[in-house]
C-alpha cells in the first residue's frame, strides 16, 4: 500500500501524448450532452482547502440527465475522470490534473416535497436541504444542517454528525448508468461510517430521502444546538475540508481528542495548520499554502499516532493525486456499475468526501 507522500511523489501522468485527441473528445461530448467545458480552472478555487493545481478539463452540467449523459459518454470513450460537489473534503495535489473534473455543483434544481419525502439533486447543497426540511416539518437531517457540502458528496460518504447520518434516511439514490438515470433502492447500499458500497463508474446524480414529520419549532431548535455545538468545538469561517481522519471505527475514540492530547494543536507545516479549536481539523492559511503542507502534516500525525498508539489512521478527506490515467482507476463520488471496490482514503490516492467531509 502506499502513503500518501509515496502517491504524491511519484511522477507526471503520462497520458499527456493525445492531448489534442482528449480536448477534442471532451469538445465533442461537451457539444452532445449540452453541457458547459472549461480549461484552466484550479483545485485552489474549487474546494474549501483552497489548495491544489490546475485541471485540466472541467464539465459543469446543470441537470442530472445532461450529467448522466457525460458520465457515459467519458466511461465509453476511456478518458480518464473525477466527480466533485463542492469539494469541501477534497484535498487535490498540487500538480497538473490531466483528467476531467465533472462538477456536481450546477446540478441543484429544486428540492421537491411530497407528504414526508424529499427529492433533491445532487449538487443542491445540504444546509439549504435540512434548513427547507425543517421548515416543512420533517426531522431526520436536522443534526447534519452543518455539514458544508453538497448532497451528492454527503450521500457518497455517508456524511454524518450529532447521531444522523444521511443514510439513515434515503428511500433511493438516482445514479448514471451507460447514459441513462438508475434508481436504485437505499436498501440496496450499504452505509457505513464515512462510507458506502458505492463503487466506481457510476455517479451519483439525485436521490428521494423519506423524513419523518415531527414539530417544525422542535426541529430547528434541534438544528440550531447542533450548529451552536458545531461552532463552539469546530473551527469555522477557516480553509478546513472538515475532520482529516476517521476516529477508530468501532472504538468510541475521538482521533481529535487524542491529537490534542498528543499536544499538536496549533503545529504548522508552511501554510497548513493543526486547528487551535478542533485538533482533527486541519486549516490552511496564506496565498502561499499548498496541498503538500497539508498533507505532509498529516503524515507526520500519522506517523506519530502509529508510533505512540499503535494505530494506523485513516484518511477521512479524499486525497486526488494528479496521476489518472483510465477511467478505471477513479475516485471521487462517482460510484458503482463495474463491481469494483470504492478505494478508500489510503489505498490508491491515500484518499478524498463530499466533506464531502462534513461537508
Ligand atoms: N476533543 C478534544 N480536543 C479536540 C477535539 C475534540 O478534547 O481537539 C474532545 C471533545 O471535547 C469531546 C470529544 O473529544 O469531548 C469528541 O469531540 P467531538 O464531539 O468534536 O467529536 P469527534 O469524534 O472529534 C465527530 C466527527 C465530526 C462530527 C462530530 C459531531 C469524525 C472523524 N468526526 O468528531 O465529523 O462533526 O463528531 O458529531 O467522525 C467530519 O466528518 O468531517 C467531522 C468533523
Known amino acids: 500500500m502506499q502513503t500518501a507522500t509515496e502517491l504524491l511523489e511519484v511522477s507526471e501522468p503520462q497520458n499527456t501524448a493525445d492531448a489534442t485527441g482528449r480536448d477534442r473528445a471532451v469538445e465533442e461530448i461537451a457539444r452532445r450532452c449540452s453541457v458547459r467545458a472549461e480549461r484552466g480552472r484550479r483545485f485552489a478555487e474549487l474546494t474549501s482547502l483552497r489548495v491544489g493545481g490546475v485541471i485540466d478539463w472541467l464539465m459543469l452540467p446543470e441537470t442530472e440527465e445532461g450529467a448522466a449523459c457525460v458520465a457515459g459518454a467519458l466511461e465509453a470513450s476511456g478518458l480518464a475522470w473525477r466527480v466533485l460537489g463542492a469539494g469541501s473534503n477534497v484535498l487535490a495535489d498540487d500538480r497538473e490534473h490531466k483528467y476531467v473534473v465533472l462538477s456536481m455543483r450546477e446540478v441543484k434544481g429544486g428540492a421537491s416535497f411530497d407528504g414526508d419525502r424529499v427529492s433533491v439533486s445532487a449538487g443542491f447543497s445540504l444546509p439549504r436541504l435540512c434548513v427547507e426540511a425543517a421548515r ?175 494505530i494506523e489512521l485513516e484518511y477521512e478527506v479524499e486525497l486526488w493525486g494528479a496521476d489518472r490515467e483510465s477511467s478505471q482507476e477513479g475516485v471521487g463520488f462517482q460510484v458503482p456499475g463495474a463491481g469494483e471496490e470504492k478505494p478508500t482514503p489510503d489505498t490508491r490516492y491515500p484518499t478524498p468526501s463530499v466533506e464531502g467531509g462534513e461537508k
Open 136 to 310: 416543512q416539518g420533517l426531522s431526520g437531517i436536522e443534526g447534519l444542517g452543518g455539514i458544508p457540502g453538497t448532497v451528492g458528496g454527503a450521500l457518497w460518504m455517508n456524511a454524518g454528525a450529532y447521531g444522523q447520518e444521511i443514510g439513515q434516511v434515503v428511500e433511493s439514490v438516482r445514479v448514471a448508468r451507460a447514459g441513462r438515470v438508475v434508481e436504485v433502492p437505499g436498501g440496496e447500499v450499504k452505509w457505513d461510517y464515512r462510507h458506502t458500497s458505492f463503487k466506481e463508474g457510476e455517479l451519483l446524480l439525485g436521490c428521494t430521502l423519506r423524513l419523518k414529520p415531527d414539530d417544525p419549532e422542535q426541529i430547528k431548535a434541534r438544528m440550531e444546538e447542533a450548529k451552536r455545538k458545531r461552532f463552539a468545538t469546530q473551527p469555522h469561517g477557516a480553509r478546513s475540508a472538515g475532520c482529516f481522519f476517521k476516529n477508530p471505527p468501532g472504538s468510541g475514540i475521538s482521533t481529535g481528542k487524542m491529537i490534542d492530547e498528543m499536544g499538536l494543536k496549533g503545529e504548522r507545516r508552511g501554510g497548513a495548520v493543526v486547528s487551535p479549536v478542533h485538533a482533527n481539523f486541519i486549516v490552511t492559511e496564506g496565498e502561499g499554502a499548498r496541498a503538500e503542507d497539508a498533507l505532509r502534516l498529516a503524515e507526520e500525525i500519522r506517523e506519530r499516532f502509529r508510533r505512540e498508539h499503535g
